[in-house]
């Protein structure tokens, strides 16, 4: 069949079709089959060089996790060696300059045999989850302040002792005479530092005063306290629910703005010179009797000369004040009137 073919009748039409495409198909296949195998190839050798950096990302992930989790330095150094062998060597120099060297520091299984040790991340956040499930939120907010501050702490370990370089202070892992841990009765940065550095649990709900505790909130305070029994009549129980539900929300709303100014004082208290801090403290204390009693109480502001000399003039003529030369830093006293 050629080009300028007549036909005679509609059956010649078809033959004549199903000859050309007879003859298309197969030129189309012998033609199209070389560029199809090149594609996939081209496609081949594209999947596996990404399958091969897919596995050796992966390959190097779990052989780093193995390193961080080994037990002993035969174990490790058995990891090391697979390790090396295995992941490509710009990951194996990275790996040398700035890890191997420090393996002590973090791996699991020889930090006990170096000083000082870094606290983890997740055991940070597992000491934060204990403390935030026992202690009222006022109070794990102070915790985690001091947790953070700790890093800040500086220990030296002495004949196999450790020591808080502050020598002022007298801390051993389950006590301290710092102004935070007298007042507040929470675990200072300082019993945290040296329990962590002696690799002690940071959680140790045996130190927190009780006050702090969700069971004693819950059990002690009066807008939690479960309401007294309803008696026989309806309409009289429900008039009884109403008004001390109402009175429990004053209370409620008293309590934390009462909250709020004894978070600054704690604050304040906890910022106090040791020599000085017993007697503010019991001035303190002395209002809580006062307000217990059913009393009150007024407030007189005594300043030193030396606060007075650096003060400009009419902030001393606009301050009730009263001179006492032998008081050096400025000190507030308390003027009880029953």
């Known amino acids: 069949m050629e080009v300028g073919t007549l036909f005679d009748d509609y059956e010649q039409v078809k033959s004549a079709i199903q000859e050309f495409q007879k003859l298309n198909f197969v030129q189309f296949y012998k033609r199209d089959s070389r560029t199809i195998e090149a594609t996939l190839r081209r496609s081949s050798k594209k999947r596996t060089y990404a399958d091969r950096l897919k596995y050796t990302e992966i390959a190097c992930r779990e052989s780093l996790q193995k390193l961080a989790y080994a037990r002993t330095e035969e174990e490790y150094n058995t990891l090391y060696e697979r390790f090396v062998q295995d992941a490509p060597e710009k990951v194996v120099t990275y790996f040398n300059e700035n890890w191997h060297n420090i393996r002590r520091e973090w791996v699991e299984g020889l930090k006990n045999d170096f000083p000082n040790l870094p606290t983890s991340t997740n055991n940070r956040e597992s000491a934060k989850s204990l403390y935030a499930a026992q202690l009222t939120p006022y109070a794990l907010s102070f915790v985690i302040r001091e947790l953070s501050l700790r890093e800040k702490v500086k220990v030296d370990q002495v004949d196999g002792v450790w020591k808080i370089e502050d020598r002022a202070l007298e801390t051993t892992p389950i006590s301290c005479n710092c102004g935070f841990r007298s007042a507040i009765g929470l675990l200072c940065r300082h019993i945290l530092k040296l329990r962590d550095s002696m690799g002690e649990n940071t959680f140790a709900e045996e130190l927190i005063a009780e006050r702090w505790t969700r069971r004693y909130y819950y059990r002690n305070h009066r807008s939690c306290i479960a309401a007294p029994t309803a008696l026989a009549s309806t309409s009289l129980t429900t008039s009884r629910l109403g008004h001390r539900a109402r009175v429990n929300v004053a209370e409620h709303e008293r309590y ?10 704690a604050s304040l208290l906890s910022e106090i010179p ?8 019991s001035q ?3 209002l809580c009797q006062i307000l217990r009693r059913g009393n009150r109480f007024s407030v007189e502001e005594v300043v030193s000369q030396s606060v007075v000399d650096a003060a400009s003039p009419t902030e001393v003529e606009s301050t009730p004040v009263e001179l006492n030369a032998a008081v050096i830093e400025e000190v507030t006293t308390v003027s009880l009137s029953h």
């Open 256 to 265: 934390r703005t009462a909250l709020e100014v004894t978070r600054e004082l």
């Open 274 to 281: 040791e020599r000085e801090f017993d007697a503010v403290l």
């Open 284 to 286: 303190v204390s002395s």
